[in-house]
């Protein structure tokens, strides 16, 4: 727990390689040192900083706009239950006064096993589900009191394999291949999008 | 951005409040506006840096043709025919809701914030806001002041997030260590967790922060706005002259403050400067004079001492009396002292530097540039001298400016990377004793074919193109990059670089405070007041001083050497403190015991005073009015803020004193005589009036007039080429540097600064761990031919190979006993301590 792992930061480094400047990267860099430690650590934060090229304070300037990068460790699983307008008005209050109940804890809190964070979350864009909560920004649908239960159930007993720890946004890591990255031109040096140039040679 | 520069000819005409104004093309329609005396509120803008729009206060109604609409008057530049209203009524209520907006949540702190009395939140409120708040809610808390740096506290409930300071931070100084975070509903600025805002620069954003969030250490809750008497001055924390404003109440100095001069500092200080104003006041200031008793140094009468001191001197042969030192002196001080010296006891053993700097005929007499030409737009500029962010840190700020804004081509030739490395298109790091080396190759008609000076061979043509390319004269930084080589490598590359391109110009970057004023004055050797030699004008002085010594004296290195074999009678030290700031500390230290009397002319005790025999107690900065110059050559004035503690007197005064003592009238009572006679007697200074001073709030750049009837100025010489002295595997070459915070008077006599000094090790390249055989951190021996020294030592990838880099004048490690004045480089040995 700490700065990147050197097979993370061959990651990195790849990432890096994407972008016209190191410091475009910081994001994904992040979701790195996320998946890495399950929340991003002053030590992840101050090794991208050194990766890209830009101070400590500007990665967490960057870092803390994000409600997805937590700072502090969470729970293996975060439960983000939506307690907006249609889910409200669907039951997503008492579903979050239930998890609590069955979790112990009130939101913002971890519970002592280290498995479970539960968050109050607004809108997350599946009104037509709701109510509707997120494990990890995995959905469940127009969930009731017992499938909560049962979908806790299934996380302790390690029977959910669909959702893996959180930070991990993909089991399956997306790798560009050198030729099909768009190119490390630095906008100010060209005349059109570098995407733009590379269509046109695409079609030519 | 003076507010004097006529509108250009191609100005784009606007109408402001009615009336047409014209503005310069590209110009922000709030400077604009403020330029014909109307002045719109703001907050965030700051006009030495780029507009962000964040604050929304300069919101003016604004026709550019399509109906009138709010606009951000920092965020437009004026078109033609654009129409403006600054007072119309929807203006006013825009001002009065981003106000009310500001208000929200900023503290009722007024009463307990340094601030209050001088607030920009304040003031504007009180000229457009609203009279009474509507918010009832309770206000958003935060932890009261955190420091963010040893000299910085910042209370976040108070700031309006401006991004002043943040900007300032990252634009300007290049420390980005302060940013906004948690942006959203709850924005601050803060560091990251245990990374301080450690900038030379940080004291910078306590001035710009147009509320209370950021307060300096050293002046919280120390006065009110209102208390403070206010004088205009110039920093005397370095030779680059920064423009000061000097706050003090109940006679005691409370902080200063950066005055935005266009061709000096823009408004900006540097930490050591602003912050120095607690050496003013410092613990253990003199204010009586001291004499050497059986029990050490006791107080005595200043006619006693005065009497011990004349006696010293007039029992002395001239030539067995040596002087050094002079960079903390005024101009009109240093006159003083060089007329008593050279024109009454006739000793030309005078020298204002301490062995670290460059010789006086090459600092004044090669082709100058000022800051503005060295920084103009499109130039080449060539650093051939120390890291400036630690010596000058000012020019730091200006050169990065050139590099970043202003297309300035930076090649820097340096023994170590340095603190503006990354800003240089090419940074050379030479084998010390080598520079010469590769100057002949930077400057050669064809590319080179090998590796110089321990530089691959494409990277010394790297910078060889980049030079050939300059488009008009190369400037150049020339200084003293590292005393652990010989100045002889210095001059012959400025010798080398001024063969291939005479017209090369120069800024001198040696680094004390008025240094170049001192040599101006006459303190070095061969020389006389003006930038003249001792034979060009031994008729021109000869006519007007009492006499004019026979023949050239020594230098320090020279006095100190006489000292040392017992030929020296009597040292004088006006200000200088050898012990800790010669290069050979060995020589220094035999020197010191070797002569028979040592008078100190000094503000406070330091290493060498305290072994003094009679201590004169000098008035200091701010303490006494009178000119000084900068490393431009330009003149500018100092000013008496507050009285000097106890009796301790003005070196003007004590030079005077001691002449009448030896029957001799100086021929001057004030520091306002001294210049009359400065001007009508200096070579190089004539015609440089007070009048003509108080009407240039700028400075004047010498000369300002005729030069033709004169004495010949002194001429730089070429010196001859230092052949590189062969490579030892086994060895290291020392690099010696210094740091901005180091056992410096200034620095060490402030509570706040004290403690920045941060010590050194010795340091090399993380490939030359393996032949040495510790881990980093580890304590090794360090050897030279003088001294073995038993330091910590750490892994530095911007030293290069086969060097050993140190920093001079820190606690603990006297580096300054390795070296042997006179080698052209220093060797070392570093080997395991078991
Ligand atoms: S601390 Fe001051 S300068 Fe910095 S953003 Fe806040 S108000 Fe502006
Ligand atoms: S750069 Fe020099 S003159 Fe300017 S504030 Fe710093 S110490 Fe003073
Ligand atoms: S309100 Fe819950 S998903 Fe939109
Ligand atoms: S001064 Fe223009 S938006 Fe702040």
Not at chain 1, 182 to 196: F, H, M
Not at chain 2, 113 to 125: H, I, N, R, S, V
Not at chain 2, 365 to 375: A, F, H, Q, V, W
Not at chain 2, 439 to 445: D, N, Q, S, Y
Request: contains cysteine.
């Amino acid at each position: 727990m700490a700065r990147l792992t050197p097979d993370n930061v061959e990651i990195a480094l790849e990432i890096i390689g994407r972008y016209p400047r190191p410091k475009s990267a910081l994001i994904p860099l992040l979701h790195l040192a996320q998946e890495q430690d399950g929340h991003v650590t002053d030590e992840a934060m101050a090794h991208i900083a050194e990766l890209v090229g830009v101070s400590a304070a500007e990665v967490l300037g960057t870092a803390s706009f994000y409600e997805m990068f937590k700072f502090e460790p969470v729970g293996r699983y975060m439960v983000n239950i939506c307690t907006n307008i249609s889910c409200q008005l669907m039951g997503g209050e008492e579903l979050l006064e239930h998890a609590e109940h069955t979790l112990g804890i009130r939101p913002g809190q971890t519970t002592a096993d280290g498995l479970f964070t539960i968050e109050d979350v607004e809108c997350i864009a599946a009104c037509t589900e709701a109510p509707c909560l997120q494990v990890n920004y995995r959905y469940f649908h127009r969930i009731t009191n017992e499938e909560f239960d049962q979908l806790v159930a299934d996380l302790r007993a390690g029977a959910r394999n669909d959702i893996p720890a959180h930070g991990t946004l993909a089991r399956v890591r997306q790798r560009i291949p050198v030729d099909r990255r768009a190119g490390v031109v630095t906008p100010e040096d060209t005349a059109q999008p570098v995407w733009l140039a590379g269509s046109q040679e695409a079609k030519s | 951005m003076s507010d004097t520069e006529a509108p250009a000819v191609d100005g784009v005409v606007v109408e402001i409040n009615g009336h047409e104004v014209v503005a310069r093309k590209g110009e922000l329609l709030i400077d604009a506006a403020e330029r014909a005396g109307t002045y719109i509120p703001r907050f965030c803008y700051h006009e030495r840096m780029k507009p962000v729009g964040m604050c929304r206060m300069c919101l003016v109604e604004v026709d550019s043709g399509r109906g009138p609409a709010l606009q951000p008057s920092c965020m437009i530049e004026c078109t033609p025919g654009m129409k403006v209203d600054t007072e119309s009524e929807i203006t006013k209520k825009a001002q009065d809701g981003v106000l009310e907006f500001l208000l929200l949540n900023h503290p009722l702190d007024c009463p307990v914030c340094d601030k209050g009395g001088e607030c920009p939140l304040q003031d504007q409120t009180m000229a457009y806001g609203p009279g009474e708040s509507r918010m009832v809610e309770e206000k958003r808390h935060k932890e009261k002041p955190i420091p963010i740096s040893e000299l910085v506290l910042l209370d976040r409930e108070r700031c309006i997030l401006c991004d002043r300071c943040t900007r300032f931070a990252k634009e300007v100084a290049g420390d980005p260590l302060i940013h906004f975070i948690h942006r959203g509903n709850n924005t601050e600025v803060n560091t990251f967790p245990d990374e301080p805002f450690a900038s030379y620069f940080s004291g910078n954003t306590v001035q710009i922060c147009p509320v209370g969030a950021l307060t300096a250490s050293t002046y919280r809750f120390k006065a009110r706005p209102w208390d403070l008497e206010t004088t205009e001055s110039t920093c005397q924390g370095c030779s680059f002259g920064c423009r000061i404003s000097i706050d003090s109440s109940r006679d005691q100095i409370q902080r200063f403050s950066g005055v935005d001069i266009d061709p000096v500092n823009w408004g900006w200080l540097c930490d050591k400067g602003r912050f120095s104003s607690e050496a003013v006041n410092a613990a253990g200031r003199l204010g009586e004079p001291l004499l050497r008793t059986a029990s050490g140094l006791a107080p005595a009468r200043w006619s006693e001492a005065l009497a011990a001191a004349a006696a010293a001197l007039s029992a002395a042969d001239p030539a067995a009396i040596g002087v050094i030192g002079g960079a903390r002196l005024t101009n009109e001080d240093a006159y003083a002292w060089s007329k008593l010296f050279k024109g009454v006891l006739g000793t030309d053993n005078v020298d204002a530097q301490l062995g670290d700097g460059l010789p006086a005929e090459a600092l004044l007499g090669l082709p100058r540039t000022t800051i503005d030409d060295l920084c103009a737009p499109g130039g080449t500029v060539v650093l051939l001298g120390p890291d400036p962010k630690e010596e000058l840190p000012v020019l730091f700020l200006r050169l990065r400016h050139a590099v970043e804004n202003d297309g300035v081509t930076l090649l820097e030739i340096s023994p170590r990377r340095s603190g503006i490395s990354s800003l240089a298109a090419v940074s050379l790091q030479p084998r010390p004793g080598e520079t010469g080396e590769l100057l002949r190759a930077l400057t050669a008609g064809t590319e080179a074919d090998r590796d110089i000076a321990g530089i691959p061979v494409d990277r010394v043509n790297a910078m060889r193109a980049l030079l050939a390319a300059a488009a008009g004269p190369v400037k150049v930084v020339l200084g003293r990059s590292s005393v652990g080589e010989s100045e002889a490598v210095t001059l012959d590359a400025t010798s080398v670089l001024l063969a291939a391109r005479p017209d090369t110009v120069f800024l001198p970057a040696v680094r004390r405070a008025n240094i170049h004023g001192a040599l101006d004055m006459g303190l070095a050797p061969g020389l006389l007041p003006g930038r003249v030699g001792l034979d060009a004008a031994r008729d021109w002085f000869g006519s007007r001083w009492p006499s004019v010594p026979a023949a050239r004296g020594l230098d320090t290195t020279g006095i100190l050497t006489a000292a040392a074999a017992g030929r020296l009678e009597v040292l004088v030290l006006l200000g200088a403190d050898p012990l800790a700031d010669f290069p050979d500390a060995r020589l220094a230290e035999r020197a010191i015991a070797g002569v028979r009397t040592i008078i100190s002319v000094d503000t406070l005790l330091n290493t060498t005073s305290e072994r003094a025999h009679i201590v004169l107690a000098a008035a200091g900065f701010a303490e006494k009015a009178g000119t000084t110059t900068n490393l431009e050559g330009r003149v500018s004035t100092l000013s008496q803020r507050v009285t000097p503690p106890g009796t301790a007197r003005p070196d003007w005064v004590l030079a005077t004193e001691l002449a009448s003592r030896l029957g001799a009238d100086l021929g001057f009572a004030s520091p306002a005589e001294i210049l009359a006679e400065i001007s009508a007697v200096v070579p190089s200074h004539l015609g440089l009036t007070a009048d003509l001073l108080a009407q240039a709030p700028d400075g004047l750049v010498l000369p300002i007039g005729a030069t033709s009837g004169l004495p010949a100025p002194v001429a730089f010489t070429p010196t001859p080429a230092v052949p590189a002295p062969p490579v030892d595997a086994y060895a290291f070459r020392l690099v010696a540097t210094r740091k901005l915070y180091d056992q410096g008077t200034i620095v060490q006599a402030g509570p706040h600064l004290s403690g920045l000094a941060a010590g050194t090790s010795v340091r090399v390249n993380p490939y030359d761990f393996d032949r040495i055989g510790v881990a980093a951190g580890g304590t090794v021996s360090v050897r030279s031919p003088q001294a073995t020294l038993v330091m910590p030592i750490h892994a530095d990838a911007g030293v290069p190979r086969g060097t050993a880099a140190v920093v001079v004048n820190q606690a603990e490690h006297r580096v300054a006993e390795l070296m042997n004045v006179g080698d052209v480089i220093c060797e070392l040995l570093i080997e395991t301590t078991s």
